[in-house]
């Protein structure tokens, strides 16, 4: 089951605190963006996304369950594999950090 773990309001996040996240699981993250209200069209991936939003937001949809998980800095998303989605960046653009978690 998809889960959104939210970050703590009141501390903003930085890089080193996500990628020290990261790493405190075993995981290498990658970095990427993507400008205002681009969307992605529904796909799957075949391993368990763990993405943290490091700036900016972004909505995933799970046409499945029909949940809509909403996504701001510093909040995690896990996507368990083979997870239907599709995501739409808010007006101001996104900056993740994404790793697979393969075991």
């Not at 939003?53 to 499945?64: H, K, N, Q, S, T």
């Not at 369950?65 to 239907?84: E, I, N, Q, Y």
Request: proline share 13%; net charge neutral; aromatic share 8%.
């Amino acid at each position: 089951m998809a889960r959104v773990t939210p970050w703590p309001k009141d501390t903003p996040p930085d890089e080193a605190a996500l990628r020290a996240a990261f790493a405190a699981e075993g995981l290498t993250p990658h970095a990427w963006s993507n400008g205002p209200h681009y969307q992605y069209a529904p796909h799957t991936h075949p391993y368990h996304k763990v993405l943290y939003v490091l700036r900016g937001d972004i909505v995933f949809e799970l046409p499945a369950s029909g949940a809509v998980l909403a996504l701001g800095p510093g909040d995690r998303l896990d996507l368990p594999p083979g997870t239907l989605h599709r995501a739409r960046v808010g007006p101001a653009g996104v900056t993740c950090l994404e790793a697979a978690r393969t075991r």
